[in-house]
């Protein structure tokens, strides 16, 4: 399988300053066949679900606002966020789907407000 | 609008069998591909296994600690969603999520339910 470890476990950040969450993979999952990173970001709420936030690495899901951005390629990614706002408070995961019959997901980052 | 909708999740012995489903609407669940997630209390996202579509062949593919325990199958008829669970240890504790696979975006986990919880206890 392979393993993502997502760096720090966890951080607080004052409002309107840059949060950065990293993500390492135990292997690269660049595509060859489409020079894709099949990497996933999502955030999770307090008592809700997750939500997928960015894919392939860099791609902002629709209706996700700018602040947020994903970075990253071969075994190293990066979610920042450029801005913290309160409703940010969140476990934020990155998943990897290169593996097609075993999908794993880091172990969480937890950010808060300082 | 796409909603899942888990249900069947409560308390049961070590050993013992449970059945998991999760109705969904708002999108054509017959050409969709599902997964299970889970989430152990306090801790993260383990995925659990995926069926595929009818059209894509039906297979489910499962992850290595659940694998031989449980079953996911799919009723398009009803447009529901099941996870079969057998020989439950304390370990499967959790959250039980229903989620899309590659829906809208490819592979990705688009869309989730509010999940179900299971509690294996004696």
């Known amino acids: 399988d392979i393993v993502m470890i997502q760096s720090p476990d966890s951080l607080a950040v004052s409002l309107g300053e840059r949060a950065t969450i990293n993500c390492k993979s135990s292997?690269?999952?660049?595509?060859?066949?489409?020079?894709?990173?099949?990497l996933g970001w999502y955030q999770q709420k307090s008592g809700q679900p997750p939500k997928l936030l960015i894919y392939?690495?860099?791609t902002r899901e629709s209706g996700v606002p700018d602040r947020f951005s994903g970075s990253g390629s071969g075994t190293d990614f990066t979610l920042t966020i450029s801005s913290l706002q309160a409703e940010d408070v969140a476990v934020y995961y990155c998943?990897?789907?290169?593996?097609?019959?075993?999908?794993?997901f880091g172990q969480g980052t937890r950010v808060e407000i300082k | 609008e796409v909603q899942l909708e888990e249900s069947g999740g409560g308390l049961v012995k070590p050993g013992g069998s449970l059945r998991l489903s999760c109705a969904a609407s708002?999108?054509?669940?017959?050409?969709?591909?599902m997964s299970w997630v889970r989430q152990a209390p306090g801790k993260g996202l383990e995925w659990v296994g995926r069926?595929?579509?009818?059209?894509?062949?039906?297979?489910?593919d499962y992850g290595a600690p659940v694998k031989g325990r449980l079953t996911i199958s799919r009723d398009e008829s009803k447009n529901m969603l099941h996870l079969e669970m057998n020989s439950l240890k304390i370990e499967d504790t959790a959250v039980y999520y229903c989620?899309?696979?590659?829906?809208?975006?490819?592979?990705?986990?688009?869309?989730w339910g509010h999940g179900t919880l299971v509690t294996v206890s004696s």
């Open positions: 989620t899309t696979d590659g829906l809208v975006v490819p592979h990705t986990f688009d869309f």
């Open positions: 708002g999108f054509n669940f017959s050409n969709a591909w």
């Open positions: 069926i595929r579509s009818k059209t894509s062949g039906g297979a489910a």
């Open positions: 292997q690269s999952v660049l595509s060859s066949s489409d020079n894709q990173n099949y």
């Open positions: 392939w690495a860099s």
């Open positions: 998943q990897q789907y290169y593996d097609f019959l075993q999908r794993t």
